[in-house]
């Protein structure tokens, strides 16, 4: 029996009763709990309230004052105890997902880059990312992220740029999905974007300029062993009895990583159903450990023990930290919208004018809402905040679609690539135009003469965290031009919403040149001997 024959057969996910059933506002009030996964309405009553909230699986907010909560067996108990007034609106998550209809494509909608019939599986993602950097070598390199999963997964993404492989300083936008490992549609968002950008340079215009002043890199799937556990989830009777959850289906609906108490993955099975897992997108830096996480391992935002302890968060720390990344989007499901700094605070973040106006632009072509990250609940150790708050860049997170965490593929997923093109490409084009960003020029010489040479640029990056601080480093190597020119596109050089300014390093053989360089400024360092 497959699993899809179980889920129809399981008395415990008939589609008949699994769509929204009406129960009665409560808090306090006694519950055991179900042992199937439901969805509730909360209403918090004051912001005690919603910071707690914020600790459970939410899904979106809403009208009302209220937000959308997944419970996993427990949490029915778990929020009443809270004293959140809710209501169950769905007995039976897996059952009404199963009773979703399965299509059909939308008539009339062309053919979108990277379509397919059914979303990828790891594999898939993987041939594709080298299908695509073999097709078109001078435009598209694979590049594999420094860190393995704890599963022993490599991490792919792709480079793309005109002449890829020159080693210059222009700007970079950065896009990935799959932090949360059930969240389907963000791979395919990004993976599609990847095939639109390789398959139509020189024959689309906008994109054509695009990758001629700009790199882009993606990265479809942050979390690998999460992903492939979910996407790949069977019923497993060898399992059943100790791993109840799969009789119900949970594992389709996975969000963490895969880590165990042993820190190994789902790759060793006599562990992999010890699994709790950390959340990837509450394991950054910026604000680690605070509102919006819950420091038990078997909370669905449970932080991990330390900013960046898992390889998933390390992966992109380490990618944005060492290149010139000016824009950032981040793919997640679901709520249809464009989120930006803060996630932890209603006070505006330094450039919040520049982020909102670009949010603006982007909901106007995608038709999402264009909100605060505080607007949906209260986050930290997030990607997009951190990436913003390092090294300045456009940095936003995309929430994909109303209905569910992976809607049937046909019926979803070409219909909103095109409704986020050109969303993903405006941004891009911001991120490419240094009247965002910071560009420091300058001439390496030798006796007078231009000739090529190694430029580094260098700071420190400092985050405040839950009861300490965390210290990283910013550092990018580029090499100058023949003649010695050379242009670096970066964020500017003072972290935003921190006091102290933070010059850049700038480092050309034995000659060190520190300087301070602000958004939409164009900084020139002059001879610099080689």
Same mark, same amino acid.
């Given at each position: 029996?497959?699993?899809?024959?179980?889920?129809?057969?399981?008395?415990?996910?008939?589609?008949?009763?699994?769509?929204?059933?009406?129960?009665?506002?409560?808090?306090?009030?006694?519950?055991?709990?179900?042992?199937?996964?439901?969805?509730?309405?909360?209403?918090?009553?004051?912001?005690?309230?919603?910071?707690?909230?914020?600790?459970?699986?939410?899904?979106?907010?809403?009208?009302?004052?209220?937000?959308?909560?997944?419970?996993?067996?427990?949490?029915? *108990?778990?929020?009443?105890?809270?004293?959140?007034? @809710?209501?169950?609106?769905?007995?039976?998550?897996?059952?009404?997902?199963?009773?979703?209809?399965?299509?059909?494509?939308?008539?009339?909608?062309?053919?979108?880059?990277?379509?397919?019939?059914?979303?990828?599986?790891?594999?898939?993602?993987?041939?594709?990312?080298?299908?695509?950097?073999?097709?078109?070598?001078?435009?598209?390199?694979?590049?594999?992220?420094?860190?393995? *999963?704890?599963?022993?997964?490599? /991490?792919?993404?792709?480079?793309? *740029?005109?002449?890829?492989?020159?080693?210059?300083?222009?700007? %970079?936008?950065?896009?990935?999905?799959?932090? &949360?490992?059930?969240?389907?549609?963000?791979?395919?968002?990004?993976?599609?974007?990847? &095939?639109?950008?390789?398959?139509?340079?020189?024959? !689309?215009?906008?994109?054509?300029?695009?990758?001629?002043?700009?790199?882009?890199?993606?990265?479809?799937?942050?979390?690998? !062993?999460?992903?492939? @556990?979910?996407?790949?989830?069977?019923?497993?009777?060898? %399992?059943?009895?100790?791993?109840?959850?799969?009789?119900?289906? @949970?594992?389709?609906?996975?969000?963490?990583?895969?880590?165990?108490?042993?820190?190994?993955?789902?790759?060793?099975?006599?562990?992999?159903?010890?699994?709790?897992?950390?959340?990837?997108?509450?394991?950054?830096?910026?604000?680690?450990?605070?509102?919006? %996480?819950?420091?038990?391992?078997?909370?669905?935002?449970?932080?991990?023990?330390?900013?960046? #302890?898992?390889?998933? #968060?390390?992966? /992109?720390?380490?990618?944005?930290?060492?290149?010139?990344?000016?824009?950032?989007?981040?793919?997640?499901?679901?709520?249809?919208?464009?989120?930006?700094?803060?996630? !932890?605070?209603?006070?505006?973040?330094?450039?919040?004018?520049?982020?909102?106006?670009?949010?603006?632009?982007?909901?106007?072509?995608?038709?999402?809402?264009?909100?605060?990250?505080?607007? +949906?609940?209260?986050?930290?150790?997030?990607?997009?905040?951190?990436?913003?708050?390092?090294?300045?860049?456009?940095?936003?997170?995309?929430? &994909?679609?109303?209905?569910?965490?992976?809607?049937?593929?046909?019926?979803?997923?070409?219909?909103?690539?095109?409704?986020?093109?050109?969303?993903?490409?405006?941004?891009?084009?911001?991120?490419?135009?240094?009247?965002?960003?910071?560009?420091?020029?300058?001439?390496?010489?030798?006796?007078?003469?231009?000739?090529?040479?190694?430029?580094?640029?260098?700071?420190?990056?400092? &985050?405040?965290?839950?009861?300490?601080?965390?210290?990283?480093?910013?550092? /990018?190597?580029?090499?100058?031009?023949?003649?010695?020119?050379?242009?670096?596109?970066?964020?500017? #050089?003072?972290?935003?919403?921190?006091?102290?300014?933070?010059?850049?390093?700038?480092?050309?053989?034995?000659?060190?040149?520190?300087?301070?360089?602000?958004?939409?400024?164009? /900084? !020139?360092?002059?001879? +610099?001997?080689?």
């Amino acid at each position: 029996m497959n699993r899809r024959q179980f889920l129809r057969t399981s008395g415990s996910l008939v589609a008949a009763s699994a769509i929204a059933v009406n129960r009665p506002w409560r808090a306090m009030a006694g519950s055991s709990g179900s042992e199937t996964l439901q969805l509730a309405w909360a209403r918090p009553v004051d912001s005690v309230g919603w910071l707690e909230l914020a600790r459970f699986d939410l899904t979106h907010r809403g009208g009302g004052g209220g937000a959308e909560v997944l419970l996993w067996p427990g949490d029915e *108990s778990r929020l009443a105890a809270a004293g959140i007034p @809710f209501e169950v609106t769905v007995d039976d998550l897996v059952g009404r997902d199963q009773a979703l209809p399965r299509g059909p494509r939308p008539s009339g909608l062309a053919a979108q880059p990277g379509e397919r019939d059914d979303y990828r599986t790891l594999a898939d993602y993987e041939a594709d990312l080298r299908d695509l950097a073999r097709a078109r070598p001078n435009l598209a390199r694979t590049i594999v992220l420094p860190m393995k *999963s704890l599963g022993g997964r490599s /991490v792919l993404g792709i480079e793309i *740029s005109e002449n890829v492989g020159a080693p210059d300083g222009r700007p %970079t936008f950065y896009m990935d999905g799959v932090h &949360h490992a059930r969240e389907w549609p963000s791979g395919e968002m990004s993976m599609m974007f990847a &095939h639109d950008l390789v398959t139509r340079f020189g024959s !689309d215009p906008r994109i054509t300029r695009l990758l001629r002043s700009c790199r882009v890199v993606v990265v479809p799937i942050v979390n690998p !062993d999460g992903f492939a @556990f979910s996407r790949g989830f069977a019923f497993d009777t060898s %399992t059943f009895l100790s791993y109840p959850i799969q009789a119900v289906g @949970f594992g389709s609906y996975w969000r963490k990583n895969r880590r165990t108490p042993s820190g190994r993955s789902d790759l060793f099975a006599a562990e992999g159903h010890a699994a709790f897992g950390v959340d990837p997108n509450r394991n950054y830096a910026k604000g680690w450990g605070g509102p919006g %996480t819950r420091p038990v391992p078997l909370d669905m935002t449970y932080p991990g023990t330390a900013p960046f #302890s898992e390889p998933e #968060s390390r992966n /992109v720390g380490t990618t944005v930290l060492s290149r010139t990344v000016t824009g950032v989007i981040s793919n997640h499901t679901y709520s249809d919208l464009v989120l930006r700094p803060w996630g !932890d605070t209603r006070d505006h973040c330094p450039d919040e004018a520049l982020l909102n106006g670009l949010g603006a632009a982007m909901a106007k072509k995608n038709g999402y809402r264009n909100i605060k990250g505080i607007e +949906l609940y209260p986050t930290t150790g997030t990607m997009s905040d951190w990436a913003y708050a390092s090294v300045g860049a456009l940095a936003y997170t995309f929430e &994909h679609g109303k209905q569910n965490f992976h809607p049937p593929y046909a019926g979803f997923i070409p219909q909103t690539y095109a409704r986020n093109r050109d969303a993903f490409l405006l941004l891009a084009e911001a991120s490419a135009d240094s009247a965002h960003h910071a560009v420091l020029v300058g001439r390496t010489t030798r006796g007078g003469a231009g000739v090529e040479a190694a430029v580094r640029v260098r700071r420190g990056v400092s &985050h405040r965290t839950n009861g300490g601080a965390h210290d990283d480093k910013f550092e /990018v190597a580029i090499t100058s031009n023949r003649d010695g020119h050379f242009a670096i596109h970066l964020g500017p #050089s003072a972290q935003p919403g921190l006091a102290n300014p933070q010059p850049y390093e700038v480092l050309v053989g034995r000659t060190s040149v520190k300087v301070e360089a602000g958004r939409g400024q164009r /900084v !020139d360092l002059g001879r +610099l001997p080689a």
